[in-house]
């Protein structure tokens, strides 16, 4: 009989931490900010690098050392995110090598941290990754990248092999070497469709 007692508590037990740990998940996954998606009226299709980089004012291979913080303009509706970023390597424009530099991304996570708000097909940079970036150089100076071609993530092997060694830029750009996505944003520099917009220079510009 104490078995039989005991078996029921076991299994009474078992039942309330199983229930328990279904309601902390459920709660945690409440938490998490759901994804908005803003709908973006841009000059240029997005989906052609050629007027992609031909829009742009610097086009780079950077790495990204952390996220810094979310600033919101336009009465604090939009967010903006701010990233640290290694530069490494030119495609478009005479950025500084090897510095590290704030730039912005449009989109980010919401003032009341209930949503993260981006362009459709968009993502945010994940920090110690490696992109090639699009961006535009604003009146103050600072980049800006904006829109779902703002960001493009270079392969796998090829983000481990420059993780694993930036202490040293020379190996990183050997490793660079072998990134097809770079070489197809090199290839859309060189047939670039220029677009008519009002161009400023970065305060990272080697001429400065």
């Known amino acids: 009989m104490n078995k039989n007692k005991n078996l029921i508590v076991i299994l009474i037990i078992v039942l309330l931490l199983s229930v328990c740990g279904v309601g902390l998940y459920f709660g945690l996954r409440e938490k998490e900010p759901k994804i908005i998606r803003m709908e973006g009226d841009f000059a240029i299709d997005m989906s052609d690098k050629n007027q992609v980089v031909g829009s742009s004012d610097y086009v780079f291979v950077g790495y990204v050392n952390k996220l810094e913080t979310t600033i919101y303009k336009y009465d604090s509706q939009s967010p903006y995110t701010i990233f640290n970023v290694r530069i490494l390597k030119n495609i478009k424009g005479n950025l500084k090598l090897n510095i590290d530099i704030p730039i912005q991304k449009d989109g980010g996570i919401a003032k009341d941290k209930k949503s993260i ?71 859309a520099f060189v047939n670039q469709v220029n677009v008519n917009r009002p161009r400023y220079l970065s305060a990272y510009d080697d001429g400065n």
Not at 146 to 169: H, Q, R, Y
Request: hydrophobic share 35%; aromatic share 8%; no cysteine.
């Open 117 to 187: 708000d981006l362009y459709e097909n968009d993502v945010l940079p994940e920090q110690n990754k490696t992109y090639v970036f699009i961006a535009y150089a604003q009146s103050d100076g600072s980049l800006l990248l904006s829109g779902p071609a703002s960001n493009i993530i270079l392969e796998e092997s090829v983000i481990k092999s420059v993780k694993n060694n930036m202490t040293d830029f020379e190996i990183v750009n050997e490793k660079l070497e072998n990134s097809a996505v770079i070489d197809e944003y090199t290839e």
